[in-house]
């Protein structure tokens, strides 16, 4: 399992890196202009462009972007924060952003989990039916128009919480986002957790322990419930990586300083900001791929047939 392990984890790393390149790549040849041109003179542009090395060959580029990216480094800024170092600006992005979609994971998964469990043990009944409606509406309906209701109704039609994200007051003011952001995971969770535990619910090694007596909480827990969690990980990966990156329409208009504002800024600002566009590309892959592989690592812990595989191949 260790060497299991350490080979994903080389893998990973090694597709980080062709990541990191092609986005390089995508990046230099985007359109537009890197500076403010409306405030800067072409002699001026020219002058910076040589000063940060845009001008040099793509691999010497790279290979200079990548010694600074090693130590943490991701450059400056060429248009937004007047070039503040792009550490410093994404660090409260990304903490605005985590804090903000964590909570918003927590929430979708316990309550999507809970609504699954409830609909497969009240299969063909009430309960079922209106879990089974809830997670359409939850699919269909996207976050920003859950956000404006809870808006409409509880910062203006009951004033209890604050109309915009106010920094200062920050667990108060994640609770609308959190909760908007969190019913596209709760719907989609709720509807796996049902499917998966009806599937197995009809296996023939759970009518083999009930025939053996066992009944009640002891079978989900031990049978039904461990066994339909395998496919749920694999959806709940990237809805976690979606949520963590930043929802770019509910930051908008809650007024939240996360990941996605910052990504329109570099992009739809007076210059294209190329190290910012960069930096969330490498972010977001780097998030999705560390996510993947403890997906594959819960597959082992999950499935000891998995762990057996992986002992074979090793």
Known sequence: MAKYIFKRVGMALLTLLIITFVLFVLVRIMPGNPFPSERMSDEQIANKRAELGLDDPILKQFARYMSRL???????GTSLYNGAPIKTVLGGCVSNSFRIGGLAILIGTAVGLLLGIAAALNRGRFL???????SIIGVCVPSYVFLIF????????????PY?????????????PSLS???????????FTRNEMVEVFDSDYVRLAESKGLHGASLVRRHVLRNALIPIVTVL???IVDLLTGALVVEKIYGINGIGKLMVDAIAGEGVDYNYVLALGILYSALYIGIMLLVDVLYGVLDPRIRVSAKEAA
């Open 70 to 76: 090693l130590q943490g480094d991701f450059g400056k």
């Open 128 to 134: 079922d039916g209106f879990c089974t409606v809830f």
């Open 150 to 161: 809870l808006q409409y109704t509880f910062s203006y039609k009951i004033p209890f919480f």
């Open 164 to 176: 915009f994200f106010d920094a200062n007051r920050f667990l108060f003011s994640s609770v609308l």
């Open 181 to 191: 952001l969190s019913l596209f995971t709760m719907s989609t969770i709720s509807r």
């Open 237 to 239: 990966a990237p809805l």
